[in-house]
Nanobody, 119 residues
Framework: QVQLEESGGGLVQAGGSLRLSCAASGITFTITAMGWYRQAPGKQREFVSTITRDSSTNYADSVKGRFAISRDNPKNTVYLQMNSLKPEDTAVYYC?????????????WGQGTQVTVSS
């Protein structure tokens, strides 16, 4: 059974930093991408950043230059370093893992971790 364990969320003042981690276990397929999405109160879930197995990265315009994604392939872990945080970054952050097997594709979500940025 695939499980995604997220950690690192919390309360921080504007301008501060947080580092999110997501460790995937029970993986029996090839992970093709790991990433982060977020959902603020009253809004739809939105893309934040992804990183592929060969470390190609992609960022939402709103976080470019402030957030950095990285991964540890042997540990099936993805990290999101968030710097210069703004109140508008306040949201529940969800880890996402995408993968492929011989007959199907996989798409898993974590439970989410709260990030609150105070002004």
């Amino acid at each position: 059974q695939v499980q995604l364990e997220e950690s690192g969320g919390g309360l921080v003042q504007a301008g501060g930093s947080l580092r999110l981690s997501c460790a995937a276990s029970g993986i029996t397929f090839t992970i093709t991408a790991m990433g982060w999405y977020r959902q603020a109160p009253g809004k739809q879930r939105e893309f934040v950043s992804t990183i592929t197995r060969d470390s190609s990265t992609n960022y939402a315009d709103s976080v470019k230059g402030r957030f950095a994604i990285s991964r540890d392939n042997p540990k099936n872990t993805v990290y999101l370093q968030m710097n210069s945080l703004k109140p508008e970054d306040t949201a529940v952050y969800y880890c996402n893992v995408k993968g492929r097997g011989p007959f199907r594709r996989y798409d898993y979500w974590g439970q989410g971790t709260q990030v609150t940025v105070s002004s």
